[in-house]
């Protein structure tokens, strides 16, 4: 993530080394960074990377208000999401319904997920209604589309 000399990637990685010395989970905030669809996928690999390493655990994700993530960005970060993650951000991301399935899927597949926060995107009314739908099956879930 250094590698993107972007300040908002430099701070989480400080942050990301800090926790990893001492084990504890970490949180990967970018929000408002500017992130393009390249940078995503240059930080889905970093979190590929850190996700080998049994000794440190991703809690959270947002990379909500970077509209130019595009659709390959995002999907390169859910891919790059281990499936025990509590929080996902992709607030106002300029994400469309091809990438509603995306999520959907995601949401599906994760096992211990509290908060996903998707609102101000393209998404028709019905993929809002079929992701606002999986509250029910993930009860301990907030889903905020």
Do not use: W
Not at 69 to 77: C, E, H, W
Not at 95 to 108: A, E, P, Q, R
């Amino acid at each position: 993530m250094r590698s993107l000399k972007n300040p908002v990637c430099e701070k989480a990685a400080g942050i990301i080394e800090s926790q990893f010395k001492k084990g504890n989970p970490y949180v990967l905030h970018l929000r408002d960074a500017m992130l393009s669809e390249i940078d995503a996928k240059i930080i889905s690999g970093s979190i590929q990377l850190l996700q080998k390493n049994r000794n440190i655990r991703l809690k959270s994700v947002s990379v909500s208000h970077n509209p130019k993530i595009g659709g390959g960005g995002a999907i390169a970060i859910l891919g790059a999401l281990p499936k025990h993650i509590e929080e996902l951000g992709m607030v106002g991301c300029n994400l469309d319904d091809s990438i509603g399935s995306h999520i959907i899927k995601f949401i599906n597949q994760s096992k211990y997920l509290k908060l996903v926060c998707v609102e101000d995107n393209n998404f028709s009314q019905k993929t809002r209604l079929t992701i606002g739908d999986l509250k029910k099956r993930k009860a301990k879930c907030t889903i905020v589309v």
